[in-house]
């Protein structure tokens, strides 16, 4: 199919740990790809070089502890070379940039989760991203529980995956809270679903998308 000409969009996946995000972002990008345009997918941490270094230091560091000021540098720097190397110039191709996690996640999981400031780090996501936020952000929400009973089933399981019950459930409180704060930009799919129903649902919100913005 031939690709269509546009200006470029910026689409996000929220959620937490075993949401089942990387199940559906290939899902989605498919789906716009037969739709004719043009798709990026890329993800927070570790959507470019130096992203890769910093997503091995705060998932897979699970001997040394990282102090929680420094994790959200550390998530916020990863976050300022992704937006400039590979966000921003893929929108301005005209491409549907499609990216697992972003800012929100900044908010549901160092404001919220790890309860620090949250005016603080709402000014330094929009520094970090030179105010650029995502048109649609789809929120693959479920209960804490099911979503680590999911990542147990990992061979590997990351430092966040360890976690509390109680982080994981303020994580979860913070992303619902940001979706009534945006209902327009952030919508919520109920991630308890089989994935294939979650995928269906996915593509209702994109279809909407594509008569609203494309």
Known sequence: MQMKRHLGAFITLEGGEGS?????LPRLARY????????????????????????SILLKNNSAPINSRCELFLYLA???????????????????????????????????????????IATMNRFATEDLM??????LD?????????????SSMNRLDREELHFHRRVRSGYRILARSEPNRIRI???????????????????????AYL
């Open 32 to 55: 716009f790809r037969s739709a004719g345009y043009a798709v990026l997918e890329t993800k927070e941490p570790g959507g470019t070089a130096a992203g890769l270094t910093i997503r």
């Open 78 to 120: 990863d976050r300022a070379q992704h937006i400039a190397d590979v966000v921003k110039p893929a929108i301005e191709k005209g491409k549907i940039v499609i990216s697992d996690r972003h800012s929100d996640a900044t908010m549901a999981y160092q404001a919220f989760g790890r309860q620090l400031n949250t005016k603080l």
């Open 20 to 24: 089942g995000k990387t199940t559906q």
């Open 142 to 154: 479920q209960p804490p529980e099911i979503g680590l009973e999911r990542c147990r089933t990992r």
């Open 134 to 139: 995502p048109s649609l952000t789809l929120l």
């Open 189 to 211: 799919i109920d991630a308890k679903q089989p994935p294939d129903k979650v995928e269906a649902a996915i593509q209702r919100q994109a279809k909407k998308f594509i008569k």
